[in-house]
């Protein structure tokens, strides 16, 4: 056996050039530079969008003797004692005078809600909330509770006790998370981790097949110009094989390499972005969901799974002996490729379902499966590593039946073989790979 | 299927080598077999004393039948490239990509796409990259198929500067005078099997004839005359020239002074050997025969008579 090197160098660096300078390269390339930014800019998108200014109430005092300090009290217990947070989006409390102006007013739409305060027969206060929101709508809830405790001070009040600042003074409460790596996450991010998972399967996929398809296509083409004659007399189907996959591969990673760099700078302006836009003091926001061991996990399964992949397919493509057969010849890797895409669109609403996990092993799958439970929940060091492994040793049993393949397909021209001649060719005596 | 069996010959280093059969007689796949892109079932292939499989690639230089370059590619990058995988350093590609150029009148071809060229022009540019690495032993399938007079004499130059500079040039091809003009000895195949090789020399000289071509003022006069002479028989009796076969033993002047014994006013008498080309129709379409009568035989068909 001749050693691989440097001849796959070689090979490497011709595939390389070629799919760099290729146009289409260039689009999908800026597309998806693109796509990383606009994900990185995501949970900002979400803020600005989603209505993060004040809920404002129209309060209306219609009891005789309200608490004198009903306004300021409720004020604190919906905003807490710090007033409107970063996060918290907060509450606007108005006094209004007239009870049916407050009504108007929302139906108007110029407040978000009319809180009437009176006092029953019983002399406890009541309170009646008009706004366009069911009883389980968030704000709703945080007004029940504040007017709860305002109730509560009332009665407090009217029993004599005076130290009402040491009676609702905050408990002491400490959250433990069970994945403490999962804490803090608003439902904002929690979507756009989902959204992320998802946009990281899709680009695997995309990759995958489109480049796959061009390695065989590649192959096919050097095929049916001959130029595969001369290869083969410089090098042997091992170096043309690896050169090609690693060409292929490196281009690969210059396109993920690109996308993480938009993202990165997408993540980096976020800060100064959202002080300009919400006014909110930088360095506030989260990365949602692009952490280190993300990036890193997507990186690794991306890179070996396209290895994989192309591997196989610049084998199958040496059977073709026209460009136009290359697509019926490659389609078995094509629906392996869509089973993994399918399986994770359904493993990323329970990825932590048992065949998700099982699938998430098997070396055709992990490259989709991997980052997106990674993305969505908690994968221990172990199996990350199990799963590295495993497409490792499949890597290296791709390439040495696709060299088989390879060395007995380039020079069969002519017919089109079926699979039961590509095995023959492949395992059979005038099959070797030197 | 059989393409090849039992073809045995040799070529002697430094030689310009002539590999002759009709289409389909296996020459492509013989040079396949030596290069070791294709296994043979048995029998070896060995140059100065080395199997092919344990020689480096290097010693081959080949220019295949069906002409493939990577059409998108530069003159220059295609050119780097293959040398690159032969291990020449891209300084000493580029200057000998630059001589070549020059030798065959494109030096402006270097950075045009192998696609703007004409198919003769890409031959070059093929012929090139088979001797970038400067391999001891150049093979080439049909090198002067689709080239032009001018570009057919360029690339007979190139053959005989590489075979000056101690080349070894095994080539196959349909045209014989291409192979008289150049070939010092040949093998001609025929349906697998080599059915002569050897010296060109050697090879005519194993016909056991000599042909005489004769010219004559005489018009209408008949050749009947020169069948009388003993052994001499008319191979071809053109408007120009008769031709004429004679045993090597006999003498060929007998035929000049039987002519001038006539009276004939003779203005053309030449002795030679067999032309490749006599030669080449001889031994193959005799096997073609041979073949129609053992097929007819072995399916009990009447059989002609030969006589």
């Known amino acids: 056996m001749r050693s691989l090197f440097p001849n796959a160098w070689v090979v490497a660096r011709r595939e390389y050039g070629v799919r760099v300078k290729n146009r289409t390269f260039a689009i999908l390339t800026i597309g998806l530079m693109l796509v990383g930014l606009g994900l990185a800019f995501a949970p900002l998108l979400f803020r600005v969008l989603g209505g993060d200014e004040p809920t404002r109430i129209g309060v209306v005092l219609q009891a005789t003797d309200p608490p004198a300090n009903a306004i300021s009290f409720l004020d604190q217990s919906l905003n807490g004692t710090g007033g409107t947070t970063a996060t918290g989006g907060g509450y606007a409390l108005e006094t209004i005078t007239d009870a049916a102006s407050a009504r108007q007013q929302v139906t108007d739409g110029t407040l978000d809600g009319a809180l009437a305060i009176g006092r029953n027969a019983s002399g406890e206060l009541s309170f009646d909330y008009f706004a366009d929101a069911s009883s389980t709508n968030r704000s709703v809830l945080a007004i029940q509770s504040a007017v709860s405790s305002l109730v509560v001070s009332d009665r407090l009040t009217a029993r004599g006790v005076t130290d009402l600042q040491r009676v609702f003074a905050p408990a002491s409460f400490a959250l433990e998370p069970l994945h403490p790596d999962q804490q803090d996450r608003s439902p904002e991010e929690l979507v756009s981790g989902y959204l992320l998972g998802i946009v990281l399967v899709v680009v695997t996929f995309m990759a995958i097949i489109m480049y796959g398809n061009w390695v065989a296509v590649g192959v096919a083409e050097e095929k049916s110009s001959r130029v595969m004659e001369l290869l083969i007399t410089a090098a042997t189907p091992r170096q043309l094989l690896f050169g090609k996959v690693l060409g292929n591969g490196a281009a690969g990673l210059t396109q993920y390499l690109s996308i993480v760099v938009a993202a990165v700078v997408g993540l980096v302006a976020q800060g100064p972005l959202s002080q300009a836009l919400l006014n909110e003091p930088a360095g506030t926001t989260d990365f949602a969901g692009l952490t280190a061991p993300v990036l890193i996990t997507f990186g690794v399964f991306f890179v070996t799974g396209f290895i994989l992949y192309c591997t196989l397919y610049a084998g199958l493509g040496a059977m073709a002996s026209r460009q136009e057969d290359v697509q019926q010849i490659v389609m078995p890797m094509t629906v392996v490729g869509m089973v993994g895409y399918f399986a994770s669109f359904a493993a990323a609403q329970s990825p932590d379902a048992a065949w998700a996990k099982l699938l998430s092993f098997i070396p055709f799958f992990s490259p989709y499966l991997m980052p997106l439970r990674v993305v969505n929940g908690s994968v221990g060091l172990p199996e990350l590593a199990l799963a590295v492994a495993l497409m490792l040793v499949f890597i290296w049993l791709a390439i040495i039946v696709a060299a088989r393949i390879y060395a007995a397909g380039v020079l069969l021209y002519g017919q089109r073989p079926g699979f039961r001649t590509v095995l023959a060719a492949t395992f059979g005596s005038s099959a070797r790979a030197r | ?307």
Request: glycine share 8%; aromatic share 6%; with cysteine.
């Open chain 2, 1 to 307: 299927m059989t393409a090849l069996d039992e073809a045995s010959f040799t070529v002697e280093p430094g030689r310009i080598f002539g590999l002759l059969g009709a289409n389909g007689a296996g020459k492509t796949t013989c040079m396949r077999i030596v290069l070791d892109i294709l296994e043979s079932d048995g029998g070896s292939v060995t140059w100065e004393g080395m199997r092919n499989s344990e020689l480096p690639r290097r010693t081959w230089g080949y220019l295949p039948e069906e002409r493939g370059l990577y059409t998108r590619m530069r003159v220059m990058e295609v050119l780097r490239f293959f040398a690159a995988l032969y291990g020449v350093p891209e300084a000493r590609a580029t200057a000998e990509v630059e001589e070549w150029l020059e030798r065959f009148h494109v030096p402006d071809y270097r950075d045009r796409k192998i696609e703007e060229l004409s198919k003769g022009n890409q031959q070059k540019i093929q012929f090139i990259a088979a001797i970038l690495h400067d391999p001891d032993v150049l093979i080439m399938d049909e090198p002067f198929s689709g080239l032009d007079p001018v570009n057919v004499q360029l690339l007979k130059e190139a053959f005989l500067e590489m075979r000056d500079r101690g080349k070894t040039l095994i080539f196959s091809t349909h045209q014989m005078e291409t192979v008289e003009e150049l070939c010092e000895a040949i093998a001609i195949l025929d349906r697998g099997k080599v059915v002569v090789s050897g010296a060109v020399r050697d090879v005519k000289r194993a016909m056991g004839r000599q042909v005489v071509r004769l010219a004559t003022d005489g018009d209408g006069r008949g050749t009947e005359w020169l069948t009388q002479i003993p052994g001499v028989t008319i191979t071809q009796d053109r408007e120009d020239y008769v031709e004429l076969t004679v045993p090597s033993g006999s003498d060929p002047e007998a035929i000049l002074r039987a002519a001038l014994a006539r009276d004939e006013r003779v203005t053309r008498f030449e002795i030679g050997d067999p032309s490749l080309e006599e030669i080449f129709i001889e031994y193959v379409g005799r096997r073609d025969l041979e073949e129609e009568r053992h097929l007819a035989a072995g399916s009990g068909a009447p059989t002609e008579d030969p006589s």
